[in-house]
């Protein structure tokens, strides 16, 4: 394997993905979310705003010039064609986007959150491990309408668009169970660090990938 040993972090909805990436963070592991590199190659005068624009004209634009996403999400949810245009112009600019990142990782290995990592599987190969946060559906739901004031319909329609939970879990390498209180995590992302490190050494020792 060459360059950094990258963990892919995913989970559904509400199942806690930044609250766990900023326990690996605080134990000095690099932290990157495709979302936020979604969001920074989609600013005015970005790449993926020309495209955007280019590609689906001015009408996506809000009055503070800046792409109005609301409005992007809200065809992409209701068109699969429109998603499907709008994720091939955005995918390969993100996917740069994220190498140019993680080429600059330090830490011994680094964690790449991706809440669609297995619906989509874009960045599915660039991950030499999957870790799974997991935690009931109804506590999914409860944390989703407490943070963004949604319905419960409205929530589990999200949810519908995600793998099952059932999935999700037979595809993770490694599982961190945030169905509880806050503090549960800190032990489990313990553990995980150790084995992250030491796989990221024999990585590093043996050119292998390190998954298994």
């Known amino acids: 394997m060459t360059g950094p040993f990258v ?3 995913t989970g559904g909805i509400g ?3 930044s609250r766990v990436g900023a326990a690996f963070a605080a134990r000095g592991a690099d932290v990157l979310d495709a979302d936020d590199v979604a969001h920074a190659i989609s600013q005015r005068g970005e790449a ?3 495209a955007v624009v280019a590609a689906f004209g001015p009408g996506f634009v809000g009055t503070d010039g800046e792409l109005d ?3 992007l999400r809200q065809h992409a949810f209701a068109d699969p064609a429109f998603r499907h245009r709008l994720e091939a112009l955005l995918h390969p600019l ?3 986007r994220i190498e ?3 080429g600059r990782w330090r830490s011994p290995y680094g964690l790449l959150v991706v809440p669609l990592l297995l619906e989509r599987g874009g960045l599915r190969s660039r991950v030499a491990r999957v870790l799974v946060i997991d935690c009931p559906e109804a ?3 409860r944390r989703v309408q407490r943070r963004s004031g949604l319905a419960e319909d409205e929530v589990r329609r999200i949810m519908a668009t995600q793998l099952p939970r059932a999935e999700r879990l037979a595809q ?3 599982v961190v169970d945030n169905g509880g209180p806050p503090d549960d995590i800190e032990a489990q992302v313990d553990v995980l660090d150790r084995r992250y490190r030491e796989l990221a050494r024999r990585a590093r020792e043996t050119g292998d990938s390190g998954k298994g």
């Open 139 to 141: 506590e999914q739901v």
């Open 15 to 17: 199942s806690g993905k």
């Open 94 to 96: 993100i996917a740069a």
């Open 100 to 102: 140019e990142a993680i």
């Open 69 to 71: 996403r609301a409005q």
């Open 172 to 174: 993770a390498d490694d």
């Open 7 to 9: 963990v892919g972090l």
């Open 48 to 50: 993926g705003y020309l």
